[in-house]
C-alpha cells in the first residue's frame, strides 16, 4: 500500500521561502512522474510542477522562475522549493506520484502567504 508523506507547509509573510517534501513508501515498483497540485478554497485543484523519473520538469506558468522541483530516488522523495511567495500561492498543497500509471495523492500540506 503506497503511502505519501507531506511535510514543510505552514505560515509565511509576503516574499518568504517555504520547501516542501513528500517521501512515498509501500511500493516495491519504481516511481514514475512525481509532482504538487494545489487548492486554493473555492478553486479547483491545479498542477503547480511536475517531474519525470529522468528529471525533465514542467511548471505552472504562475510560479515559473520562483518555485523549483526536485527529486530523490534513492530517498523516494520530492521536493518543492517556493520563493518569492506571494498572498495568492495560499493554499493546500498536494503531492502526487505515479506508479505503473496509477495516480497516489498525499493528504496535503497547507501553505498560507500573508501580505
Known amino acids: 500500500q503506497v503511502q505519501l508523506v507531506e511535510s514543510g507547509g505552514g505560515l509565511v509573510q509576503a516574499g518568504g521561502s517555504l520547501r516542501l517534501s513528500c517521501a512515498a513508501s509501500?511500493?516495491?515498483?519504481?516511481?514514475?512522474?512525481m509532482g504538487w497540485y494545489r487548492q486554493a478554497p473555492g478553486n479547483q485543484r491545479e498542477l503547480v510542477a511536475t517531474i519525470t523519473s529522468g528529471g525533465t520538469t514542467n511548471y505552472a506558468d504562475s510560479v515559473k522562475g520562483r518555485f523549483t522541483i526536485s527529486r530523490d530516488n534513492a530517498k523516494n522523495t520530492v521536493y518543492l522549493q517556493m520563493n518569492s511567495l506571494k498572498p495568492e500561492d495560499t493554499a493546500v498543497y498536494y503531492c502526487?506520484?505515479?506508479?505503473?500509471?496509477?495516480?497516489?495523492w498525499g493528504q496535503g500540506t497547507q501553505v498560507t502567504v500573508s501580505s
Open positions: 509501500g511500493s516495491r515498483f519504481s516511481i514514475n512522474a
Open positions: 502526487r506520484v505515479t506508479i505503473r500509471f496509477t495516480p497516489y
